[in-house]
Each structure stands twice: as C-alpha cells, then as structure tokens.
C-alpha cells in the first residue's frame, strides 16, 4: 500500500538563505497541500538551520516581493531563480543589493534636489530686492488711503453746510 506522503501534492521550493552577516546559502524545502503556514514555516527553520526563534522569516520571491508561507502563494522554483530567505532580527533588515536600487528613482530625487535648489536661488535673489518692494507698497497703500480720506472729508463738508429744519414743514393736522 502506498505511502500517504506520496499521494499528497507537493512542490518543491529552491530557497536562498540570507542572513545579516551577508553569508548565503541554497537549499531545497518540499512543502505539502495540507501544511498550515506555521508548520511551512517551520519546515523552513529546520532545513536552513535557524535555531533562534526570535528571527523573522521574509520569504520574496524572485522580483523581490514578499511572499506569504502558504501552500497556494508558492510557485515551483529552480536553482537558477530561487526564493531569497531573509531571518532578521525584529526590526532589522537585510542591506540592499546595488543590483536592486532603481535608477529612476535616483533620478527623480535629484530631480527634487535640483528643484529645491533653484527655487532657494530664486528666493535669495529675491530676499535683496524685498526692502525697495516693501517700500513701494506701503506708498502706494498710503496714496490709496490719502484719497479715500480727502473724498469722505468733502462728503463730510457737505453734509455739515445743510441746517437742520426740524422733522415737519408742515403742522401736522392732528
């Protein structure tokens, strides 16, 4: 009678283990349908040799993704383009490879770098002109308000030449 082992679907996985002190090394894991993630996990552990539990495991897979230890996220893997296996301490990580840095992304940031700077230039030529501008607007808001004073003391100079005649012109009929 066969084995149940056999009757089971299973993959098998190409892992690279990467630790923090940048040694690496490849290995295989065959994980089974039924497995939780834990005992996938687990498995993982034993085969790389990680003894300490404190480490977290980030599975990612060739496009450097994370991937989930479940049966159903993993994908058979070759030697040539292995799962890369990172065991970290909690809130560590593995240094990135120079391979993995985008390049449009340093583009972009000395795009920002550049532009900021342009801008502090055009502030700072723009800090020596800011007394004469000061200047400037304040005569023209004091011309603007001078006007507005003259015109409601001609209104005012008017309304003081009429006489007050009382409230009737008439005796009222009452």
Same mark, same amino acid.
């Given at each position: ?14 892992? !690279? &283990?990467?630790?923090?002190? *940048? $040694?690496?090394?490849?290995? #295989?894991?065959?994980?089974? +349908?039924?497995?939780?993630?834990? @005992? ?17 495991? !980030? &599975?990612?897979?060739?496009? *450097? $993704?994370?991937?989930?230890? #479940?049966?159903?996220?993993? +994908?058979?893997?070759?030697?040539? @383009? ?93």
């Amino acid at each position: 009678m066969p084995s149940n082992q056999f009757l089971r679907n299973k993959k098998q996985v190409y892992v !690279k &283990l990467k630790l923090i002190n *940048g $040694s690496e090394e490849l290995t #295989s894991v065959v994980i089974y +349908e039924d497995q939780t993630s834990e @005992e996938i996990r687990k498995m993982f552990m034993l085969k790389c040799d990680i003894t300490d539990l404190r480490l977290i495991l !980030k &599975l990612r897979n060739k496009r *450097g $993704s994370v991937v989930p230890f #479940s049966y159903q996220s993993f +994908e058979a893997s070759s030697r040539d @383009e292995p799962y890369t296996l990172e065991a970290v301490q909690p809130h560590a990580t593995i240094p990135l490879s120079s391979r993995s840095v985008n390049n449009d992304a340093t583009y972009s940031i000395e795009d920002r770098v550049r532009g900021i700077s342009d801008r502090v230039a055009a502030l700072e030529k723009a800090i020596v002109e800011l007394p004469a501008r000061r200047r400037e607007k304040i005569n023209d808001d004091l011309v603007q308000i001078s006007g507005q004073v003259s015109f409601l003391l001609q209104k005012m100079d008017k309304t003081n030449s009429s006489h007050w005649k009382g409230m009737f012109q008439k005796n009222p009929l009452w």
